[in-house]
Nanobody
């Protein structure tokens, strides 16, 4: 089992920044990819960015150039730096980890961007 705990969400004005953190614990060996997803009210959950164990990244077009993912393997933590936030970035952000073909999920953290 892998446990994921997100933190760092909150309320920010448009153009502002937030940094989300995701701490992994439990059976963390051989985690392949980690990712951030988000789900806005009334919409499906969507991929924001994914990072592999080899540090390859895949960003959604809507966040390219504004969001940056980083992975601290020593502390089993993944970060999402979000800059130039827009109201349409408002969502619950979920951390996810892929291990042995199974995705594990955190509980989510709310990000609200006011206009």
């Amino acid at each position: 089992q892998v446990q994921l705990v997100e933190s760092g969400g909150g309320l920010v004005q448009a153009g502002g920044s937030l940094r989300l953190s995701c701490a992994a614990s439990g059976s963390i060996l051989s985690i392949n990819s980690m990712a951030w997803y988000r789900q806005a009210p009334g919409k499906q959950r969507e991929l924001v960015v994914r990072i592999t164990s080899g540090l390859s990244t895949n960003y959604a077009d809507s966040v390219k150039g504004r969001f940056t993912i980083s992975r601290d393997n020593a502390n089993n933590t993944v970060y999402l730096q979000m800059n130039s936030l827009k109201p349409e970035d408002t969502a619950v952000y979920y951390c996810a980890a892929l291990k042995s073909f199974r995705w594990y999920w955190g509980q989510g953290t709310q990000v609200t961007v006011s206009s």
